[in-house]
Structures are given as structure tokens and as C-alpha cells.
């Protein structure tokens, strides 16, 4: 790699600059172009800045980059499996000169640090899959962090750091290498197992592990796998979380729980072997291999894929300094009520997914799955319907009924006292929320999509929302949908009172208007209502009282166990 002479050279523990360089670069940085990374972006720079990608001391140069991708190695025969670059879009790269320097700043515009360029170029994204796919990869761009650039451009040169990105969660736990290495020192463990898991560990990972622990000698450095884009999900808390009280079960001098900005990248063998690089530089001997292959059940995880992978792993271990284990298959004997290993049984994480499933229907979880404290942090996230967010979303023409039908049900939800109840009515959300928007179709569906956005915060919540816009578009009714699904349920009410019922009320008289031509783009009648295709309920108001049409939701909500 170039270096610029003038630069101080990095110290071994951290790219941090000194604090007085730091003020000098952040006063200097005024007159530089800035890069605002995006979330794994942001994880790269952490690593590079806390030595986790040891020997790295920047982004990679073009001749370090194509050396890499031929030979999985720097230009100076370093082992180094994938490129690290940083991915700018076309429009940066072109105003840009090598030997500037441009302050990398996180999403907020907080400048961490300074890179000098040494290198700006475009990389042929095509071979750059094949390099590292196989020569039947596609040219999409491999690296999880230039999605959203379009066709990046890359850029290298060495870093000096100003500060790590702020984290705020779990901030106790979230050792660098070098400290993570100086508490192995200080604990007298010479030999570790790096674990990573992306799901959080039951039972029968847990008699893996100490079995693996015994037969190696090793103790244990448990990470749980986070993904940049989870930071503010549940998902990564209760991730967090389970992980605390799985490494509680052990005792304290043979397992310790740390957070590392590592995200997978999902770039095959060379992917795992960039993780053994990682895991040597935070003071790891050895690391478990999970089979990565779908979990079937039933199936042997012993695939020949998954033991060459092993084999290849094993073929690098001289220059990662890292001995890679294989996951082991482990069962219940029912006889001794302990967990044995075995050839022909079902992989660990098939456990996960019956405990989820058990928590989600509102089952007990049998003792020998799980343990108290993981399942206790586990059902706060995976719970059964009834104690789940819901949004009960009404759509139909202006007078078909969705404003009554939508009070009733407030007040009866109400009157159950099993969670939070809102209501989001058309009149209220276009008064608090829309009220700069037309009837044009652009701000109706931008009106939907609001409403979407705030029943998701409420089903987040373990809230029920109850939304009774027109919503006369696919399309936002979709996208609310969408919102909504990835934390609780969605129940679609399509209320199909005709038009012709709808007139006849017009208790606003706005059908008269629009009649009259004095209100322009009406729904239904001069401007379009496209029908839901398949909402889960369709209610027509002109033949049933608010009474019934609201009994018929309840009863739907009853029948799939929503409340
Ligand atoms: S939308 O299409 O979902 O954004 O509409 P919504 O926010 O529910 O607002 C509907 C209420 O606005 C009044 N109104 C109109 N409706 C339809 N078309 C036009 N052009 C229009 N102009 C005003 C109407 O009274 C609706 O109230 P409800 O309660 O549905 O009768």
C-alpha cells in the first residue's frame, strides 16, 4: 500500500490518531470532501479502526485490491481473503484527485476519520464475483456495502482515525481486539473459540459447545452475528440479550460475551477465512464452523460441502493461525435426559426454530430445549397473536361506514383492556398528521403510507391501531401492509358498502357537491376506488347495524387468535 510520508505511523491497538492530530485534522477537515457511510460501511471502518482487519491499516489500494481478488493475497503476500474498499458513487470518484484527503463521516455528518487516497477506480464488478464466487457468478456488486451506490467507484488510501462510531447498546460489552486479548492475558486463556451465531443458542448448543470446549482444551468467546441494518430492531436486543443468559450458564473463567462490528458478508469460503483472520486478531485460537446450508429437518448436517469447506479452512490454518471445528449434530438421549452427539441427527439450530415456534403459538417451551433465562428474554419478542401488535385497517368509499365501524371496535378493544388502542381515523390523521396533502393520487398514497408508518410504531409497540382511511389505491395499502407485518398482525377490512348506499347517506353532503361539480376528484365518482383483492374481511354496512359489522370483526379476531 502507499503511504503519504508525513502521516504517523499506527500504532497496533487502534488507527486512532493522537488526540492533538485528531484537532489538527478536524480544523483542516473543513476545507475536505466528506463520505457519509452507510450502515456496514460504518462496521468497516470500525473494524479497520480498532485492528480487527490487522494488517489492514486502510482501505485497499487497486494493486492490493487485484491482488487480492487473483490471489487472495496483499501485494506483499499477506494472506488477505476479500477486498475491503470503500465504495463511493460515480459522481464523488470524478471530483476526486488521488493524494487528497476526504473526512469519512458517519450518517449524522460526525467526521471519524481522514482518509489519504492513494487510489480512486472503477471496479469491473463482474470479475469481481468471479474472483470470488466462481466463474458462474453475477456481477451484482458482492460487497453488502456499495448497495444503493449504483456502479461504485473505489477508493483506497490509509486512514487515520478520529473516533470509533458511536454505539449506544450494550457499550460494556464491546471490547476491541487488543482489550479482548489483554482480558484473555489477564484470565490465563491461551486457548479460545471464537462462536458467532446469528440466532440465539439453546440446549443443545450449549452441550456442543462444552463438549468442543473439552475435547480441544478451548474456552469460549461467544459473539452473537449482528447485521448492521438491525440496530434499531427488537430482534438485535433480544439477540443481545439471549446471549447474556446463554453465557451465564456457563461458569465465568470458560466463556465471555463480546459484540463485534462484523457483519457476514456471505461471500462463501473466502468469507469464513476473512473471519479467521478476525477472530486470530482478537486473540482467538479456534472457531466454530456452523453448517451454513439450509436446516432441514431431519437432515445429516455432514454435507461433503460443508466438510470441504472445513477441509479448506483447515488447509489455511499455518498463515490464519486459527483451528477451525466443525459443528456437531446433537440429540436427546431420553434414557440419561442428556444431550449426546450424534452422526444421523438434526442440526442444532433446528432446535431455534421449534422454540420460536412454540413461543409464537403461545406453547410451553420443554424444559430440556431451552434455558429459563434465554426463553424468558426470547418470548418478550416471539409472542403468541394475542399479545402481539395488530393493526385493523378499514378501507371503503367516504360514507360506506368506516368511521362508526372503526369506533366500535375501539370501544370494544377497549373494554377487553388486552393491550393499547388508537385510533387513527381518515378526519384525524388528515387534521394531525396530512394536513398539507391534496386528493391527488401521489398525496393519498403518500397519506396511506404515513398511516402505515405510524400503525407500525403502535404494533412495534404491542399496540392495536385502528386505521379507517378511504385508501383507495394497491399500492400504499400494500406498502402499509408490509410496514406493519414485520411486527405483529394485519387484518384488512375491506368495507364494501356500495356507492349508491354511500350517496344515499351523504351525511357530509359531499357527494351532492361532487355532484354539482364543486368538489372535483370524489372517490367513486370522478375519481377511482380500486377494490382489495383479498382482504381478510369484506363488510357491507348497508345490511348490517355498527352492532353486527363490528361482532363479525371480533369474531375474525377471535377465530385466529388475535385476541
Ligand atoms: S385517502 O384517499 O385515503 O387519502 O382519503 P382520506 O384521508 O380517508 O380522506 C377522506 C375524507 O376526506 C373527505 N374528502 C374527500 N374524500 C374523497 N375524495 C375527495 N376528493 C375528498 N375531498 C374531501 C371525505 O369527507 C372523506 O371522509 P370520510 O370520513 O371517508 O367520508
Not at 480498532?50 to 487473483?70: M, Q
Not at 438421549?333 to 403459538?361: F, I, M, Q, W
Request: hydrophobic fraction near 40%.
Amino acid at each position: 500500500m502507499q503511504y503519504t510520508d508525513s502521516l504517523p505511523a499506527h500504532d497496533a491497538e487502534s488507527l486512532l490518531v493522537h488526540p492533538r492530530r485528531a484537532e489538527l485534522l478536524k480544523e483542516q477537515a473543513t476545507g475536505f470532501k466528506s463520505v457519509n457511510l452507510n450502515p456496514c460501511q460504518l462496521c468497516d471502518l470500525e473494524m479497520l479502526l480498532n485492528r480487527a482487519f490487522h494488517p489492514l491499516d486502510g482501505y485497499l489500494g487497486r494493486k492490493d485490491y487485484e491482488s487480492v481478488l487473483s490471489d487472495m493475497r496483499l501485494s506483499d503476500g499477506t494472506l488477505w481473503p476479500l477486498p475491503i474498499c470503500l465504495g463511493v458513487s460515480a459522481e464523488f470518484a470524478a471530483n476526486l484527485e488521488e493524494g487528497e484527503c476526504v473526512a469519512v463521516r458517519d450518517a449524522e455528518g460526525f467526521m471519524l476519520a481522514v482518509l489519504t487516497v492513494s487510489d480512486i477506480w472503477k471496479p469491473d464488478l463482474a470479475a469481481e464475483a468471479r474472483a470470488i464466487h466462481g466463474p458462474e457468478a453475477r456481477r451484482e456488486p458482492v460487497d453488502a456495502c456499495c448497495c444503493g451506490l449504483g456502479e461504485p467507484w473505489y477508493i483506497g488510501g490509509r486512514v487515520e482515525g478520529v473516533s470509533y462510531p458511536q454505539r449506544y447498546d450494550f457499550t460494556d460489552i464491546r471490547l476491541t481486539p487488543a482489550e479482548v486479548r489483554r482480558s484473555f492475558a489477564q484470565k490465563g486463556r491461551r486457548k479460545v473459540m471464537a462462536v458467532q451465531a446469528g440466532r440465539p443458542l439453546h440446549r443443545a448448543d450449549r452441550a456442543m459447545l462444552e463438549e468442543i470446549a473439552r475435547e480441544q482444551g478451548v474456552d469460549l468467546l461467544l459473539s452473537p452475528q449482528l447485521r448492521p441494518s438491525m440496530y434499531f430492531s427488537v430482534d438485535h436486543f433480544s439477540l443481545v440479550r439471549s446471549f447474556r443468559q446463554f453465557t451465564e450458564t456457563f461458569p465465568r473463567s470458560m466463556a465471555s460475551l463480546n459484540l463485534t462490528p462484523w457483519f457476514e458478508r456471505r461471500m462463501g469460503p473466502r468469507g469464513a477465512l476473512l473471519r479467521a483472520v478476525v477472530n486470530r486478531n482478537y486473540g482467538c485460537t479456534h472457531m466454530l464452523v456452523w453448517d451454513g446450508a439450509k436446516a432441514e429437518p431431519r437432515r445429516n448436517i455432514l454435507s461433503e460441502d460443508y466438510e470441504a469447506h472445513i477441509r479448506w479452512l483447515a488447509d489455511h490454518r499455518e498463515e490464519t493461525g486459527i483451528v477451525s471445528v466443525a459443528e456437531h449434530c446433537m440429540v436427546l438421549d431420553p434414557a440419561s435426559g442428556k444431550y449426546v452427539r450424534s452422526e444421523t441427527g438434526v442440526r442444532c439450530a433446528n432446535d431455534h426454530n421449534a422454540v420460536v415456534d412454540l413461543l409464537t403459538r403461545g406453547e410451553p417451551v420443554p424444559e430440556w430445549m431451552s434455558f429459563p433465562g434465554v426463553l424468558e428474554e426470547l418470548s418478550r419478542t416471539y409472542k403468541p397473536r394475542w399479545k402481539q401488535g395488530i393493526t385493523l385497517f378499514l378501507t371503503g368509499l367516504s360514507g360506506a361506514g368506516k368511521s362508526t365501524l372503526a369506533k366500535v371496535l375501539f370501544v370494544k378493544l377497549l373494554e377487553l383492556n388486552s393491550r393499547p388502542v388508537t385510533l387513527l381515523d381518515g378526519d384525524i390523521v388528515r387534521t394531525n398528521l396530512s394536513s398539507e396533502l391534496s386528493f391527488s393520487r401521489e398525496h393519498r398514497n403518500l397519506n396511506v403510507t404515513r398511516i402505515g408508518f405510524v400503525a407500525s410504531e403502535i404494533v412495534k409497540n404491542g399496540g392495536v391501531a385502528i386505521c379507517a382511511p378511504i385508501a383507495p389505491y394497491a399500492e400504499s395499502r400494500r406498502q402499509a401492509r408490509e410496514a406493519v407485518e414485520e411486527y405483529g398482525g394485519f387484518v384488512e377490512i375491506h368495507v364494501s358498502t356500495p356507492l349508491a348506499a354511500c350517496e344515499r347517506r351523504d351525511r357530509k353532503g359531499i357527494y351532492a357537491k361532487a355532484r354539482a361539480g364543486i368538489i372535483k376528484g370524489m372517490t367513486g365518482v370522478d375519481d377511482p376506488y380500486v377494490e382489495p383483492e383479498n382482504p381478510e374481511l369484506r363488510i357491507d354496512t348497508s345490511e348490517l347495524s355498527p352492532d353486527e359489522a363490528a361482532h363479525e370483526v371480533l369474531l375474525y379476531l377471535r377465530e385466529h387468535r388475535f385476541i
